[in-house]
């Protein structure tokens, strides 16, 4: 199933316009937000859709419809659009190594360190 939950949907990795977010929506209210944040709430009130047992039986045609709308916008649009509920629904960018080691929490917590290697001069190691 790669990323995807077995038993929540949705529950996985998206890729957008130029990147990829993770997004998952656990339980029916959590559903119904994340169906008002992307603007669509015909999806929680189709009857695929309806609970998350039809949305696991239901999965292909689902992520189909969601992929679609994820795919339209940048992974910056999503977040900011996704910052409004981050108290009810968990989402986050995937980040590649150089964005991991330039987020803002590893810089102020100074996870890399540069040090002198006998041979090799200066090099960057994780704190």
């Known amino acids: ?4 939950h077995p038993s929540i949907v949705p529950y996985q990795v998206f890729q957008t316009k130029d990147d990829f977010i993770m997004i998952g929506a656990g339980n029916q209210k959590q559903f119904k937000i994340f169906c008002e944040t992307i603007g669509k709430v015909e999806l929680m ?9 039809d949305r696991v039986q239901n999965r292909k045609e689902l992520i189909k419809i969601l992929k679609e709308i994820f795919q339209q916008h940048t992974t ?5 659009v996704f910052e409004k509920c981050s108290s009810t629904i968990p989402f986050s960018p995937i980040n590649n190594i150089h964005k991991t080691f330039q987020h803002p929490q590893i810089v102020a917590r100074r996870m890399i360190q540069e040090v002198d290697h006998p041979k090799a001069g200066k090099i960057k190691l994780t704190g």
């Open 1 to 4: 199933m790669s990323n995807s």
């Open 45 to 53: 009130h189709d009857e695929r859709f309806k609970t998350n047992s």
């Open 76 to 80: 910056e649009h999503w977040l900011s």
